[in-house]
């Protein structure tokens, strides 16, 4: 029971090392807890700052957002 529900847990509810946005039951949330898109996110900082420990499913897409202030803001 209890093994199922870690493996629940680890497909639905995770949180990226590197960009530190969570998943919870399948939806994107920011580290500031505002609900997300994982291509934003993408656009936004894995594709610049994720490596091998990024866990966003759609790092390297381009469909989402890539404004150069947000960029700014994760870098400092
Ligand atoms: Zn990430």
């Known amino acids: 029971m ?18 530190d946005a969570r998943w919870f039951n ?12 994982p291509h934003d996110l993408a656009g936004l900082v894995c594709n610049d700052y994720g490596d091998d420990k990024c866990i966003n499913p759609c ?9 150069e202030l947000r960029r ?4 400092h």
């Open 72 to 75: 700014n803001y994760v870098k």
């Open 2 to 19: 209890d093994i199922m529900t870690d493996m629940m847990k680890s497909v639905t509810n995770a949180v990226c090392p590197k960009c």
């Open 26 to 37: 399948g939806q994107l949330y920011w580290s500031n807890g505002k609900e997300g898109c």
């Open 59 to 67: 790092k390297g897409s381009t469909s989402g957002q890539t404004w």
